[in-house]
């Protein structure tokens, strides 16, 4: 049996990253994948050879805000291993059916400037309602980067610029009160507090239901920093596409000693005594763990599909009911559209620009439509009478991801994982089927063709991935690419559970990391980082926190002389 100090299930990003401080902290590390190619959700494929040879496709993630909130890339100093991050500007276009159009710069200025053109009041209070945000992101960003239980963490993490935020967000009593209320609150209710414009509500509202939800839900207000996001630190794509990122973890991750394994799907946890030992693949080879086994996959099946029920029994009698039934995901998953075009997206009936192409174009006509875009999934419906998208033209940025002159198209479209009335039927019983999901993609392909009309005349080729389909590549649990939902009850110290919340869990040497870990979904790093800062302090518990806690007042002690 091949032995290692660590075994990290699936090589996404956050499994990548948790790999890399481990193997420089000096454990062996080996990483198991259960597809062909490592990087999860995070892939970059040439994924139609045949049809569209040279055209590149992200095939899930896309654009990357999160991970700029962080240390990881120049911790992990990832630039040396060849990833070059190209920043978006604009960031956001969304044209609107009476002609107006939301163009998001980079700069808070420019977009300012664009929104005056047709509603002065929503500029200025557009300028007022980020700043706003970017100090609550500024007060979040410590909580983002350190264990969800570790205050010592967290507090070492606030230099004076961010304890600035802070209280400038909670302040006295009534201003506290007044945080926490928004914090409960709906993205709709916010939208319409804030602003009067429908053509700007609408991809404000598009933006937040990011998180998995429709803009009514209430505690999830926070998707607003979604957009505020895109002005600072703002928005960016590796060169090569979100594989770049992958690769360059790779890259580190080999020349540390760490060992990738593909086509490796784990099949059980090997525990002994109370205590994670190792790992059963589906060819029935078994690799042993020294220190711990470390799942970049969601609790949900890790302790439900890949652990006997007696050891995890043994370890908490309760866990697997209350996360078989406390854990919540609303049935909304992602239909996926891909497509390979001869020529770029014109929106002719908006003043068109190329330059429009370059971030994300939100094709959200009103906040109702997004309503419903996001409400229907959870109950079953396709909503493709009117589609919202979220569409990307990644070769305007990186012409390098298709042959020359040619572009891809990415689109996104929130769908049910399953459908009402089609149980047993489809891929897994879900009700899809290639006839449904080909014909869902020609009605939003005939949406993206009201706004830009020449797109079905350029397609060269197509590829169509529905929810089910999404679960199978990826085994995203019903096609939740979070994992579990992303409302406030299931953030923090309560995700994915509070007894689950700080990376351990209650199997000795097992650890959890990915998107259904605090802080949640995107590219971001974060879980696989603070999930390595979890493990190497129950390895050196005292002096780990004390080299921690040099280089967090090493970090305060920076910035308090940077800005005085």
């Not at 956001?92 to 980079?106: E, S, V």
């Not at 399953?418 to 999901?437: F, N, R, S, V």
Request: aromatic share 8%.
């Amino acid at each position: 049996m091949q032995s290692y100090d660590v075994i990290i299930i699936g090589a996404g990003h956050n499994g990548l990253v948790c790999a890399a401080y481990l193997l420089k902290a000096g454990y062996s590390v080996l990483l198991l994948e259960k597809r062909s190619v490592p990087g999860g959700a995070a892939t970059t494929e040439e994924a139609l050879p045949k049809e569209a040879p040279g055209f590149k496709f992200n095939l899930c993630a896309i654009d990357h805000e999160f991970i700029h909130l962080g240390p990881v890339v120049e911790e992990l100093e990832l630039t040396k291993y060849g990833l070059e991050y190209l920043w978006c500007d604009p960031v956001a276009f969304c044209p609107h059916p009476d002609g107006k159009y939301f163009l998001a710069h980079r700069s808070l200025k420019q977009t300012c400037a664009e929104i005056e053109r047709f509603s002065p009041r929503d500029a200025q209070k557009y300028a007022e309602f980020t700043d706003f945000w970017q100090r609550v992101l500024g007060m979040m960003i410590p909580i983002f980067n350190a264990p969800p239980k570790s205050v010592i963490d967290m507090a070492g993490n606030y230099d004076l610029a961010k304890l600035k935020d802070l209280f400038s967000v909670l302040g006295p009593p009534d201003k506290t009160l007044d945080f926490v209320r928004t914090m409960f609150n709906s993205p709709r209710d916010i939208l319409e507090e804030w602003f009067d414009s429908e053509f700007l509500k609408a991809p404000l509202a598009r933006l937040a239901s990011e998180l998995g939800a429709p803009p009514s839900q209430k505690t999830i207000s926070v998707g607003a920093i979604m957009m505020a996001m895109r002005h600072n630190p703002g928005m960016a794509r590796p060169r090569g596409g979100t594989g770049a990122l992958v690769q360059a973890l790779l890259n580190l991750v080999t020349s540390k000693g760490g060992k990738v394994l593909t086509d490796q799907p784990v099949e059980r946890i090997l525990v002994d005594n109370g205590r994670a030992v190792g790992v059963r693949v589906a060819n029935g080879t078994e690799y042993r763990a020294n220190r711990g086994v470390i799942s970049n996959i969601d609790a949900k099946r890790l302790f439900l599909h890949l652990m006997n029920d007696s050891d995890v029994d043994a370890a908490d009698p309760n866990l697997r009911e209350r996360l078989d039934r406390r854990i919540v995901n609303n049935n909304e998953s992602i239909m996926k559209v891909d497509l390979a075009i001869s020529e770029p997206l014109r929106f002719e009936h908006h003043n068109h620009k190329d330059e429009y192409l370059i971030g994300s174009v939100l094709i959200a006509d009103s906040v109702n439509q997004v309503e419903v875009a996001h409400s229907e999934p959870t109950v079953g419906k396709i909503p493709d009478s009117d589609p919202s998208l979220y569409v990307v033209v990644p070769t305007m940025l990186d012409p390098s991801m298709a042959p020359d002159g040619k572009h891809t198209v990415w689109i996104e479209f929130f769908a049910p994982y399953k459908i009402a009335g089609a149980d047993g039927t489809g891929l897994y019983g879900t009700g899809w089927t290639d006839e449904l999901k080909n014909k869902v993609a020609d009605r939003l392909i005939d949406k993206l063709a009201e706004y830009a009309p020449n797109v079905k005349n350029a397609i060269i080729a197509r590829r169509v991935e529905s929810p089910a389909e999404l679960h199978e590549r990826t085994g995203f649990l019903r096609g939740n690419h979070y994992h579990i939902d992303m409302t406030l009850d299931q953030m923090v110290f309560f995700r994915p559970l509070p007894e689950l919340a700080n990376y351990k869990t209650p199997i000795e040497g097992l650890y959890l990391t990915g998107a259904g870990t605090h802080p949640g979904g995107s590219v971001s790093g974060m879980p696989g980082r603070n999930c390595a800062r979890v493990f190497l302090h129950t390895q050196q518990p005292i002096s780990q926190k004390l080299k921690d806690a040099g280089n967090a007042m090493k970090s305060t002690i920076e910035s308090v002389f940077r800005l005085s």
